[in-house]
């Protein structure tokens, strides 16, 4: 598989009156057609490391390559869905229209646009709600919603920011299988940070693990588990059971862990 996203020597300063060094030399790849997770704790650099990814924040040091080309503002070929749907959504656009949205900034033709929104919202399982507004979907429907219009651009990359960390258990679940879903059926490249242990083990073909603030990798471990996932089955085997276990120890007592693994 080609690398889609390179990175390395990333660092991230904030300056200011309290300078503070939130993501310290990070180097990785994600091939094309993967699902990697990024876990990490809460407050250690996971969603700064997404910014400097997705161009939106200038990296103090290192690079940001996607399929080979620097990352320099943000790529036209990048999508991103964020945890707060609420914001994320325009609420006087249709569900449609939202889609549509970041589509008329490019050249494609309006029928083109049309399908591609139709054929996303179907995706999502969304295409009953098309003349919808925000306001009127649940949670777990608008944050479909943002997917489908992440979707909709085709990116080469999609980015995912705890994107169901705001939705109930059940609905967490549902969309959780909908990301595994399209991204195999399409062969979508996805980076999916997460606190959540378990998430990032369930979706993910790699899960790479972050240190405590300044955010480090402290390992990058490959998911054996079957292509084909199940809520109930897939966290009941073994191999979850067993790979859940390590991230929780790696994440809880970083150092020294690692040390043994790379012993
Ligand atoms: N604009 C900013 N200016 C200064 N410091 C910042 C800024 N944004 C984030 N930080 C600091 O950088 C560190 C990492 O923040 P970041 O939001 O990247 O972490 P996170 O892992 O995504 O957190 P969470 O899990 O709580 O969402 C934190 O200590 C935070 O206070």
Redesign the pocket.
């Known amino acids: 598989m080609p690398t889609m996203l390179e990175v390395r020597g990333l660092s991230h300063r904030?300056d200011?009156r309290?300078a503070?060094l939130?993501?310290n030399d990070l180097s990785f790849t994600v091939e094309a057609g993967e699902l990697a997770c990024i876990v990490?704790?809460?407050?250690?650099?996971?969603?700064?490391?997404?910014?400097c990814i997705a161009g939106l924040v200038k990296a103090s040091e290192g690079t940001v390559r996607l399929h080979g080309d620097e990352v320099v503002g943000v790529p036209a070929d990048l999508a991103v869905v964020f945890q707060d749907y609420s914001r994320s959504l325009f609420p006087w656009l249709s569900v449609a229209g939202n889609v549509e949205f970041p589509l008329k900034s490019t050249k494609i033709a309006r029928d083109d646009r049309r399908r591609r929104v139709e054929e996303a919202l179907e995706w999502v399982g969304l295409s009953g709600a098309r003349r919808k507004y925000p306001w009127q979907l649940s949670g777990g429907m608008q944050q479909r919603v943002s997917i489908a219009r992440a979707l909709a651009s085709r990116p080469a990359l999609l980015l995912m920011?705890?994107p169901f960390a705001s939705v109930d258990a059940q609905t967490r679940f549902e969309l959780e299988d909908l990301t595994r879903r399209v991204q195999r059926e399409h062969g979508s490249t996805v980076l999916l940070?997460t606190?959540d242990i378990d998430e990032s083990v369930y979706l993910g073909d790699r899960v790479l693990v972050?240190s405590k603030?300044?955010?480090s990798i402290v390992a990058d471990l490959p998911v054996s588990l079957p292509a084909e996932r199940d809520q109930i089955t897939t966290r009941e085997s073994g191999e979850f059971v067993k790979l859940r276990g390590e991230v929780a120890r790696l994440l809880q007592n970083p150092r020294e862990l690692a040390h043994e693994r790379n012993a």
């Open positions: 904030y200011g309290e503070h939130a993501v990490g704790p809460s407050g250690c650099g996971k969603s700064t490391l997404l910014r920011d705890e940070v606190h972050l603030s300044p955010a």
